[in-house]
């Protein structure tokens, strides 16, 4: 495993990639500071680094694996390791797993999805192999039905499942559905999305004895972000020294230092040479913590919403909306749809919910006026006729919209045709 020094980096990638010599261009020689040089446009990244003619590798694609990334533009596009840069990665990776929970021998199941050039599976298994403790890998994946996966975790023993939420919750709500039980499962290892408080307690009914943590932070994109750090929070983690340099930056791109204050996460990867990544911005928001060195608490996605007319809508508020009028924990899943029909935009919010629950319909009214409360310009623009007032949809968690490629759950979907009504 190696991680260059960040001169090294900044001399070696301005010299040999196109895009990261025009970036630097108008910048003295000598520059060796990550303050400054400019934060990496993501448009103009990708437009850059296509898979033939990259002007963002330092050299030609003859030895590399190639990934499909949506980074955090939306559209797939593609991410390249060397051998030496996959094994660094899967390496300090592994290494953070000890950070979960995960003890010698733990029998442990990867129902991350894989194929379609899609890393997650393969990544967690090699980090998984590579992890310095004993581990037995249960390569399941995630493109399995609950129903087959079921019965293989119950004669495997397994004791650890990995996976997104989504995939997580879905054999949770099968398990409950179909009274099978699953005693030997102690931990539950989410990556890829963030995990709520409605999932956190089907997870909870499914799996009494297991405890749900990040599996860390990483991305195909950006590489290493953030190692678990031990403890209830599990949003919280620490950068992969040595192998990255995390930074938080506020909205004029200056660092942010002190505990508390949110800003968007901007990577600098310093094991990678192929398609270097320097001051890249991972597409989330955090926070400094203050607990500890290079602690960090992840807050979201940095532009995780949608707008409906005129009113601008994060999936948090949402999230937030239900907490606070979900007092009996009825909800189990959500997901923002929007619509538009008679000329207007419409919001609706599906809401899953455990088979047999009562008393939908006070719900409902609740969520509604906590989100309106939350985000008063929404009924204004009803009032005025911009928009279709607020309604919710109720579902089972398994109908929710996933990526089929990912299996992580879809948190908005826009139904409004391209073009005109429907």
């Not at 989330?284 to 203050?290: C, K, P, Q, V």
Request: glycine content about 10%; charged content about 25%.
């Amino acid at each position: 495993m190696s991680a260059h020094r960040l001169s090294d980096l900044i001399r070696f990638a301005r010299t040999n990639s196109p895009f990261y010599r025009d970036l630097y261009a108008s910048l003295p020689s000598h520059t060796d500071r990550l303050t400054d040089l400019p934060v990496v446009d993501q448009q103009e990244f990708w437009a850059a680094n296509t898979l033939h003619d990259s002007r963002v590798l330092t050299g030609p694609l003859s030895e590399a694996t190639v990934y499909k990334t949506g980074g955090t533009t939306g559209s797939p596009k593609f991410s390249v390791y060397t051998r030496d840069e996959w094994r660094t990665f899967v390496t300090a990776f592994g290494q953070g797993l000890v950070d979960t929970g995960l003890r010698p021998g733990h029998r442990v199941a990867d129902l991350f999805y894989a194929g379609e050039l899609y890393a997650s599976f393969l990544f967690v298994l090699d980090s998984l192999a590579h992890a310095p403790v004993d581990n037995v890998r249960l390569p399941i994946g995630g493109g399995a039905t609950p129903e087959s996966t079921i019965p293989a975790l119950h004669d495997l023993g397994a004791q650890v499942l990995t996976g997104t939420p989504t995939t997580l919750c879905r054999l949770a709500e099968q398990a409950l559905a179909s009274g099978v039980r699953l005693d030997s499962v102690e931990l539950l290892l989410f990556g890829g999305e963030a995990l709520f408080d409605d999932q956190r307690r089907l997870l909870a009914a499914a799996f009494p004895g297991a405890e749900a943590r990040s599996v860390g932070y990483a991305s195909v994109d950006a590489g290493l972000l953030g190692r678990p750090v031990p403890g209830s929070d599990a949003r919280v983690h620490r950068a992969f020294t040595p192998y990255s340099v995390v930074e938080i930056l506020d909205d004029g791109d200056e660092p942010i230092t002190e505990p508390g204050r949110p800003g968007r996460v901007v990577v600098t990867s310093l094991f990678r040479r192929l398609m270097p990544i320097i001051r890249y911005p991972a597409g989330d928001r955090a926070e400094w913590t203050g607990t500890g060195p290079g602690h960090f608490r992840i807050l979201g996605r940095a532009e995780e919403g949608v707008r409906v007319g005129p009113v601008s809508l994060y999936t948090q508020d949402a999230q937030d909306a239900v907490a606070a009028a979900d007092t009996a924990g009825q909800v189990v899943g959500m997901q923002l749809v929007v619509r538009r029909w008679d000329g207007r935009d419409g919001l609706v919010l599906r809401l899953a919910t455990a088979p047999g629950e009562h008393g939908r319909e006070a719900l409902a009214e609740a969520v509604v006026a906590e989100l309106q409360s939350a985000r008063p310009l929404y009924p204004d623009s009803v009032r005025a006729g911009f928009v279709h007032p607020l309604s919710v949809e109720w579902a089972r968690h398994r109908d929710l919209a996933v990526n089929p490629r990912s299996g992580k759950l879809v948190r908005v979907l826009d139904e409004r045709p391209v073009g005109g009504d429907r």
